[in-house]
T-cell receptor, first 115, second 115 residues
Framework: AQSVTQLDSQVPVFEEAPVELRCNYS??????LFWYVQYPNQGLQLLLK??????LVKGINGFEAEFNKSQTSFHLRKPSVHISDTAEYFC?????????????FGKGTMLLVSP | EAQVTQNPRYLITVTGKKLTVTCSQN?????MSWYRQDPGLGLRQIYY???????DKGDVPEGYKVSRKEKRNFPLILESPSPNQTSLYFC??????????????FGPGTRLTVL
């Protein structure tokens, strides 16, 4: 069975500082990996996804993530955050190469950006 | 516009009063799913469906029912709601098939309060 661990429940950071949100997964097969963002009082929006190929994935709003198979990690990064990046971020994993796999989410990381 | 819609968006009810939350998607997706989101627990899957008349339990199915009579609709039914079902509920859908990304598209959420 697959699982996702988001190591930080909350990450406070100042505006224009870099940020990294950590995500580790476990699975016995190849995986697809996702980061979703949830702005206050809104639904979930896809930020980026890794399916195959280049391990560095670029998403919307200047975010990127790096897939590290040996460390089973998919950390999310942004070199300079804005106040508007304040949101909850969810890492999710799906077993790859199958259209029948379910999506398993981590517990989320709240990114709090202050001036 | 491709979207997943849910109704109602907000609902306050009392213990034991049956309710239904509707979910509809216009993307002709085979797969539909219901999640609940609770603070510190992330998103947990309640039920999912891979096709019409095919439904299966997720991680937290107790106290919920679903049906899939049409491809586009996947209502969530609480026959006898209890206060521990107070939560934020999301419906999601995706296409299915070998080689697809398993990316799910989410509805805007339904905030349910059971008194």
């Amino acid at each position: 069975a697959q699982s996702v661990t988001q190591l930080d429940s909350q990450v406070p950071v100042f505006e224009e500082a870099p940020v990294e949100l950590r995500c580790n997964y476990s699975s016995s097969v190849s995986v697809y990996l996702f980061w979703y963002v949830q702005y206050p009082n809104q639904g979930l929006q896809l930020l980026l996804k890794y399916l195959s190929g280049s391990t560095l994935v670029k998403g919307i709003n200047g975010f990127e993530a790096e897939f590290n198979k040996s460390q089973t990690s998919f950390h999310l990064r942004k070199p300079s955050v804005h106040i508007s990046d304040t949101a909850e971020y969810f890492c999710a994993v799906s077993e790859g190469y199958s259209g029948y796999s379910t999506l398993t989410f981590g517990k989320g990381t709240m990114l709090l950006v202050s001036p | 516009e491709a979207q997943v819609t849910q109704n109602p968006r907000y609902l306050i009810t009392v213990t034991g009063k049956k309710l239904t939350v509707t979910c509809s998607q216009n993307m002709n997706h085979e797969y539909m799913s219901w999640y609940r989101q609770d603070p510190g627990l992330g998103l947990r899957q309640i039920y999912y469906s891979m096709n019409v008349e095919v439904t299966d339990k997720g991680d937290v199915p107790e106290g919920y029912k679903v049906s899939r009579k049409e491809k586009r609709n996947f209502p969530l039914i609480l026959e006898s709601p209890s206060p521990n079902q107070t939560s934020l509920y999301f419906c999601a859908s995706r296409a299915m098939g070998q080689g697809l990304s398993n990316e799910q598209f989410f509805g805007p959420g339904t905030r349910l309060t059971v008194l």
